[in-house]
């Protein structure tokens, strides 16, 4: 495999790798009992006027709806069970908030957006719920926010250091490339040189050989002379 196979290798696998790396999953921390609330941003053109959905991840990878937002408003909200969803067109902010938190509760979530049959994924939540209460006195929102900076703190962390590792590797493979290439180079330049030089004193030689005075006897010519001035007296 050559260089430039190498590195198409590379940037294929950089550009699978850090799209997954980036849809990280944000994980969302609340008591047992109490309200948690998730907030979801999306793009204020594209997704404006998309149907919002909240979901939850079964066994199987299926996301199985649990609430959706209603449609063509801009700050409308609906409720099924425990669980309400609003959606704040100005702000460009879906809000789910989990009232009474219970241990069925707990899983993987999703925020998503659907238009004309065309889903997306906005966010991925984990929902963890805690039986222990934690120290001091801390709001609900405080506790969303240390769980999505925690969360997003050590995904920005991983995908930094994957990144730098992917730059040195590609670096490394470009200064073997250019090693190899300037190789390359040199050898065919070599060998051209040589098969040159070779060429030139071959034809040389065989010019020589062709200048050279044929200084050997005429025996043919001789004999042949030696008939023709013998007399026919046999005749």
Not at 41 to 52: E, S, T
């Amino acid at each position: 495999m050559d260089v430039c196979s190498w590195l198409i290798c590379i940037f294929t696998f950089l550009g699978f790798s850090v799209p997954c790396l980036a849809n990280n999953i944000t994980v969302y921390s609340g008591q047992l009992g109490e309200t948690l609330t998730i907030v979801c941003p999306y793009r204020y053109r594209a997704d404006r006027w998309a149907r919002k959905l909240w979901c939850k991840e079964d066994e199987v990878g299926s996301c199985q709806a649990v609430v959706s937002a209603p449609r063509y408003s801009l700050s409308g909200s609906k409720t099924s069970g425990s669980t309400t969803i609003s959606d704040n067109a100005y702000e460009s902010m879906v809000t789910v908030n989990i009232t009474n938190l219970q241990k069925d509760d707990a899983g993987v979530y999703q925020c998503r957006t659907a238009i004309f049959g065309d889903v997306a994924i906005l966010q991925k939540i984990r929902v963890l719920v805690l039986e222990e209460n934690l120290p001091g006195n801390v709001s609900p929102l405080d506790k969303v926010q240390y769980s999505i900076s925690g969360s997003q703190s050590d995904n920005q962390l991983y995908l930094m250091i994957f990144i730098l590792g992917s730059s040195l590797l590609l670096c490394k493979v470009l200064v073997m490339g250019l090693v190899y290439s300037w190789w390359k180079i040199q050898t065919e330049r070599v060998k051209h040189e040589s098969f040159t030089f070779l060429s030139a004193e071959q034809l040389l030689r065989t010019e020589d050989r062709h200048e050279e005075p044929d200084s050997g006897p005429h025996y043919i010519n001789y004999v042949y002379r030696g008939h023709l001035e013998q007399p026919h007296w046999q005749e």
